[in-house]
């Protein structure tokens, strides 16, 4: 299935982001992308013991085992990086307003950081999944890489109608397919079956794991806006609720918080970073954020 309109092409969207957001990060960042990937491109060194400041996604679980003592390994910075862009497409995604929908945000996302990537020397590679895994891209550098990811998510592939998003199998392809330690970006909205935490911790475990929260403000909290009809854009399930009720509001507004709370316990004891991409929000404020939250926890 494709929607893409005759103006939209992935040389238009890569040239709006190399003027919009890549430009204002150089200046934001002054270069320091490594505050964005702290971790990254590295490989094994050596083994000490666990210190209160180190990072607890670097513990050997294996070595802590068996010396009945927590133990980190330590790295050394590797040339190249490798990454892979864990991209959900599921129905979900395409909630948001004309033209600024989740998937918009996420194309622009996944442009900008291959972008970033791309340009200085990494290689970047993609799973595509809707219902099930689409496609893989595998990792390669340069422009061309950046335009391929971009007209991948151009193409939009039809997710059909599923009972809910399951994540649990895109994590485990994963597992199986990146051997070498990574930079892995999850980007999705988490409106999905419970299953996915143990293969996402698993996964942190070997990776660099950040988890791109995708959402959009009315998700949380709905508007007065009288009698409306509501679909489930995963299942296609309708539901019709009159807004005008305070009280509806409340319970509604409620369940989605407790929603959250759950969502960023699970991210937490997974043990990766988050990322939130709002709708309304500017992605290089979004990006600028998380960076100055990684050197704060470091």
Not at 275 to 294: E, K
């Amino acid at each position: 299935m494709s929607d893409r309109r005759p103006d939209v092409t992935p040389e238009r969207i890569l040239h709006r982001i190399d003027w919009h957001v890549i430009r204002r990060l150089d200046g934001l960042l002054q270069g320091d992308y490594r505050s964005l990937f702290y971790g990254y491109g590295v490989d094994f060194a050596d083994l000490r013991e666990y210190q209160p400041e180190d990072d607890v996604r670097a513990i050997d679980w294996n070595v802590t085992a068996r010396m009945d003592a927590p133990y980190v390994r330590q790295y050394v910075e590797d040339r190249e990086l490798a990454a892979w862009l864990l991209l959900d497409l599921s129905g979900s995604v395409d909630f948001g307003a004309a033209g600024r929908s989740k998937r918009a945000v996420l194309t622009d996302f996944v442009g900008a950081i291959a972008r970033l990537l791309t340009r200085h020397g990494n290689r970047v590679g993609a799973m595509l999944y809707g219902s099930q895994i689409e496609r893989t891209i595998p990792p390669k550098g340069g422009r061309i890489q950046t335009l391929r990811l971009l007209n991948e998510l151009l193409r939009r592939p039809d997710p059909g109608r599923a009972p809910l998003t399951d994540l649990a199998p895109l994590l485990n392809a994963a597992l199986g397919a990146v051997k070498r330690r990574s930079l892995i970006f999850l980007a999705s909205d988490f409106i999905c079956a419970p299953g996915w935490e143990r293969p996402l911790t698993m996964l942190a475990r070997h990776h660099e794991v950040i988890a791109v929260r995708l959402w959009d403000p009315r998700e949380l909290e709905l508007p007065d806006v009288g009698p409306i009809m509501i679909e489930d854009a995963e299942t296609g399930e309708q539901l019709y609720v009159d807004t005008r009720d305070k009280k509806f509001r409340k319970r509604f507004a409620e369940a989605t918080a407790r929603r959250e709370e759950a969502l960023a316990e699970s991210l937490r004891r997974a043990g990766v970073a988050t990322l939130p991409l709002s709708t309304d929000d500017d992605l290089v404020r979004a990006i600028a954020r998380f960076a100055a939250m990684q050197r704060r926890q470091r």
